[in-house]
């Protein structure tokens, strides 16, 4: 076999590493809304999950103004808000759950490959992956487009960076929307819904899970009949 073919064959796992792992929409929620309470515009879930569910950040901010009947320089505070999340992330990476190593330990063992999809840059994650790096455990650098979840588009655009077929390939998703997108691009999900999103529509995920563990390893491999 070539290893062309090789590479077309290799299974893998893409992890929303920011939100399904770090617990990212609150870190966001937060951030957003002590930046926006300077503006006078009011965020809490309740106003995020209706204004800004399923757009974009800038189309979600936008929204919310205009709901409010506020204006806001929405690239500047995008752009703040951003980074400010970025550093929330890093500081998280020192207790990334016990559980999530394992897992990742599980998948590698079956030669898996997994990508943790995520806006901080590798050389800040991996550190914090020490005990379970191989060569087949890759880092991503992609902020997404849409406000907490992945499109079908960022999901593709993942797997071809990552030289994996998306029709091989589990997506562990944190959101309806991501797991949507996920589906809609011929992904298997495992979907790990948080306080603020198990509102969503989470239907068409093949396993759902509330904590990872290495044995999450063997739905994974059924899912892509390894």
């Not at 590479?7 to 939100?19: H, I, K, N, S, T």
């Not at 936008?62 to 980074?83: F, G, M, W, Y």
């Not at 914090?128 to 992609?142: M, N, P, R, S, T």
Request: hydrophobic residues 45%; aromatic residues 6%.
């Amino acid at each position: 076999m070539s290893s062309s073919q090789a590479a077309q064959l290799q299974r893998g796992v893409l992890v929303e590493f920011d939100f399904a792992v770090l617990d990212g929409h609150s870190l966001l929620l937060e951030i957003c809304r002590t930046r926006l309470e300077k503006e006078g515009v009011k965020l809490d879930a309740q106003w995020m999950a209706r204004a800004m569910g399923g757009k974009s950040f800038s189309a979600g901010l936008n929204a919310l103004c205009t709901r409010q009947h506020k204006t806001l320089d929405v690239p500047s505070v995008i752009a703040e808000c951003n980074e400010a999340f970025a550093e929330k992330l890093t500081e998280k990476l020192s207790a990334v759950p016990a559980g999530f190593l394992a897992f990742v330990k599980a998948l590698l063992a079956k030669n898996i490959k997994v990508v943790l999809i995520t806006r901080l840059e590798s050389e800040t994650v991996l550190p914090a992956l020490a005990d379970v790096q191989g060569e087949k455990l890759v880092v991503l650098h992609d902020v997404p487009n849409g406000f907490g979840f992945i499109t079908w588009e960022g999901w593709r655009r993942a797997a071809r960076k990552s030289d994996l077929h998306d029709r091989l390939c589990v997506a562990v998703a944190a959101s309806g929307y991501s797991v949507k997108g996920a589906i809609n691009d011929g992904m298997g999900v495992i979907a790990k819904p948080s306080p603020l999103t198990d509102y969503q529509d989470f239907s068409g995920c093949d396993v759902s899970v509330s904590e990872f563990a290495a044995g999450l390893a063997n739905d994974v491999a059924r899912i892509l009949r390894v």
